[in-house]
């Protein structure tokens, strides 16, 4: 564990530093940028090196972790969020970022999603959706639009898509916002602000599949003649119905931060709990308290 006495030594670090194994995205993946604006989010805010941490499940997106010289896991699929809300649990000093695909956040790990949100763990999850399965080469993910065609609908999808704001929302996130990767400067802005943010922060960021989805966000991109709608300064991020109005918006629909609120957080619930506990049990500490605690089940 660092000490304040390491984190300051350490030497002001840059992005070249923090990056890590090359990157195995294909030439045009949308989650290069993504990469790129993380490695830049903790260059600018300069978090110590030991306090970085990313956790991600699996999928090509789910790679992250191995792109980012610092601490990070790749987990089983789906479950990237209970992984990291344990260290959230464990090290509230630390802020940990967990970078999850539409299929590991919202199929195999959509339960996940929703415990974490409704638990109001302080972490940022960045949802990295192509709308397709990239790694295990196309298939059709829970975001894909009806019609889609992919290994799994040969002649089509049937099946309606997730809408993510609105399951994010229905679920209880306490921070959720929408971005592209095809606007670093926008990616920012919301990582800064959910970095922020004293509780689940989400982020659903629309990353282009070059490979097996080409073109599914060309709508939102004012580059090959689409249009890239901010939130209205009108909004009121607070008013959570009318963040909802706003994910019924059709595609494109807005991008900035649609909903934002402030509740204890699990990580301050529990670490009441435990003071509480401490307390009672002759102020002891964590370890023997757990001892304790373990020895009346034995
Ligand atoms: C338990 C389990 N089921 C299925 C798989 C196969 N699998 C690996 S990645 C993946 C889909 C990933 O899709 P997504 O999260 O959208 O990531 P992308 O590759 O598109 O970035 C699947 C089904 C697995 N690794 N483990
Ligand atoms: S298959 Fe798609 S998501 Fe995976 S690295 Fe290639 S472009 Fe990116
Ligand atoms: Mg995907």
């Not at 802020?95 to 302080?122: C, E, P, Q, Y």
């Not at 295990?136 to 089509?156: A, E, L, N």
């Not at 607070?238 to 509740?263: C, M, N, R, S, W």
Request: proline content about 7%; glycine content about 8%; charged content about 20%.
């Amino acid at each position: 564990m660092s000490t304040t006495a390491d984190i300051a030594i350490q030497p002001k670090y840059t992005r070249k530093e923090l990056t890590g194994a090359q990157p195995t995205w294909c030439p045009g993946c949308g989650d290069f940028s993504i990469l790129s604006v993380y490695l830049k989010l903790m260059e600018k805010r300069q978090v110590p090196l030991q306090n970085i941490i990313s956790v991600s499940g699996i999928g090509c997106s789910s790679r992250f972790p191995y792109f980012v010289n610092a601490h990070g896991a790749h987990f089983l699929h789906g479950r990237a969020l209970p992984f990291a809300s344990g260290i959230s649990l464990a090290r509230p000093d630390l802020h940990v970022f967990v970078f999850t695909g539409d299929g590991d956040a919202l199929s195999i790990g959509g339960n996940h999603l929703d415990h974490a949100a409704r638990k109001n763990v302080k972490l940022t999850c960045v949802i990295m959706d192509n709308s397709v399965y990239g790694l295990t080469k196309h298939q059709t993910s829970p975001t894909s639009p009806v019609g889609f065609r992919s290994k799994t609908d040969p002649t089509g999808s049937h099946d309606r898509p997730v809408n993510p704001m609105k399951k994010l929302i229905a679920a209880g996130a306490t921070f959720i916002a929408r971005t592209n990767s095809h606007q670093p400067n926008h990616v920012l802005e919301m990582m800064d602000k959910a970095i922020d943010h004293d509780g689940f922060s989400v982020i659903h960021c629309l990353s282009e599949c070059a490979q097996f989805y080409p073109g599914a966000f060309d709508k939102t991109n004012p580059r090959r003649g689409g249009s890239y709608p901010l939130v209205p300064d009108s909004h009121d991020v607070t008013d959570e119905v009318a963040a909802y109005k706003l994910a019924t918006e059709p595609f494109p629909g807005y991008f900035g931060v649609f909903y934002q609120t402030k509740i204890p957080t699990k990580n301050a619930n529990e670490a009441k709990l435990i003071a509480t506990a401490q307390e009672k049990a002759g102020h002891a500490t964590p370890l023997e308290l757990m001892t304790k605690t373990l020895r009346q089940f034995c």
